[in-house]
């Protein structure tokens, strides 16, 4: 044997005893521990829904940060859910009326804000296609225009980094990423996005006075509109106001956007004539970051969809809400300037700008 020989020789066995070595240090071996990462009901809202088998951990957060962050999920590397999900517009699109995926594909559809989301009870998406929000996570990696990936795909490229082994292990308990532990880190980093310290819920918790307007819009919001009688009112909160705090009830109804659909809505998923030309009842919370509205983008300003509101309901729209206008019978309520201008200080109110800087959901590998 000669000397080169021998060296290889040696210096395999070195890397093998590194190895054993280092095998040894897996944290497999270890006793994992997770740290419960408290969550606070904010006053006078409604419980938590119950998650199943998801308790939020500082860990699991942490890793869910890190995902929704991440590029690795798109098959191209080019896209996270955070590119569709800017925290700067309460997690929604910038301005664009359907989102744009991976090769610059664009979707059909506007993104949908994401807060609050531990309060919704009837379904994801706007027609409602994920009945719990972990089933929702792994859609948007395999839809074809948004990351066009595929899971397993994703969790071999996870897989692949040492980084997320750790993360996966602080956990889980497990260094290998599945398509369970990834969503499930993914909806505790979700369910962190608590919106409660806009003016309005600020005004509530007696921390400020809010103005005239502001109380008046609210209270215009809240109220029928019944000519018979000679009310006005705005007659929102028949669809975003009975659960207060929310400013949705999380339903699928017809608001009277089209004589002749082009999306189905709600009808793609039960398949049932009434909810064709249904879709998810959107907050109207952080409307001053989340525009375009409505499930295509249509509208760019709050003033456009009240305009649509007060002028431009479509009253022969499929299956329209009895509730739109009273439907047929208000016909259309013809906002006067005044009343816009209250509604709008109301819709403000509801602005959360705590929610859109909170360093605690940005960008983890940037901040
Ligand atoms: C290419 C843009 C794009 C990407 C990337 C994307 N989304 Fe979305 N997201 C959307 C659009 C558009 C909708 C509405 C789709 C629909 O209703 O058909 C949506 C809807 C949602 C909803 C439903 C919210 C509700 O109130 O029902 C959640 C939650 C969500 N996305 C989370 C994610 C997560 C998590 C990721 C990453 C794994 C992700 N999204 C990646 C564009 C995107
Ligand atoms: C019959 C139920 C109903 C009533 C009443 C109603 N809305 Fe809506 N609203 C909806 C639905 C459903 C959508 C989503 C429609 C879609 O995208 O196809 C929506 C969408 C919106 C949006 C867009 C939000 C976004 O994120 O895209 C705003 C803003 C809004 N409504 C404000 C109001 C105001 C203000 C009033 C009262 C003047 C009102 N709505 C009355 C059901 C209703």
Not at 5 to 27: E, H, N, R, W
Request: net charge negative; glycine share 8%; hydrophobic share 35%.
């Amino acid at each position: 044997m000669n000397r080169p020989k021998l060296c290889i020789l040696a210096t395999m066995g070195l890397l093998f005893s590194t190895y054993f070595v280092a095998c040894k240090k897996d944290p497999v071996f270890q006793n994992y521990q997770t740290t419960p990462y408290e969550l606070e009901v904010p006053k006078f809202f409604l419980p938590f829904l119950p998650v199943q088998e998801n308790e939020l951990t500082q860990e699991g957060v942490a890793l869910g940060r890190f995902l929704f962050y991440d590029p690795i999920l798109s098959e191209d590397g080019s896209q996270s859910c955070a590119s569709c999900h800017n925290q700067q517009f309460a997690f929604t699109d910038n301005e664009l009326a359907t989102s744009v995926g991976i090769k610059g594909i664009a979707g059909n559809r506007n993104s949908m804000p994401l807060f609050n989301l531990n309060w919704h009870d009837k379904g994801f998406f706007w027609d409602g296609r994920s009945p719990t929000l972990r089933d929702q996570i792994l859609e948007p990696i395999e839809d074809p225009i948004e990351m066009a990936s595929t899971v397993t795909g994703a969790l071999e490229r996870i897989n692949g980094k040492p980084f997320y082994r750790d993360l996966f292990y602080k956990a889980f308990g497990s260094r290998t990423a599945t398509s369970d532990n990834l969503a499930k880190a993914i909806e505790q980093f979700m369910l962190t996005f608590v919106s409660s310290n806009s003016r309005f819920d600020k005004g509530r918790r007696g921390e400020l006075a809010l103005t005239q307007d502001e109380l008046d819009g609210l209270t215009f919001t809240q109220a029928e509109n019944d000519p018979s009688v000679g009310a006005r009112g705005g007659d929102c909160f028949h669809c975003h106001g009975t659960s207060g705090e929310l400013f949705s009830d999380n339903d699928y109804k017809n608001n009277g956007l089209d004589e002749t659909l082009t999306d189905l809505g709600r009808f793609s998923v039960t398949g049932l004539e009434k909810d064709k030309g249904k879709f998810k009842t959107p907050s109207l919370r952080n409307l001053s970051f989340t525009a375009p509205f409505m499930h295509d983008g249509r509208f760019k300003t709050i003033e456009e969809v009240l305009d649509h509101y007060g002028e431009h309901v479509v009253q022969t729209s499929p299956n329209i809400d009895p509730n739109m206008n009273k439907a047929r019978s208000v016909g259309q309520i013809k906002f006067t300037p005044e009343e816009k201008r209250i509604m709008l200080a109301f819709l403000k109110s509801l602005d959360d700008y705590e929610l859109i800087s909170n360093p605690a959901f940005s960008d983890p590998f940037t901040n």
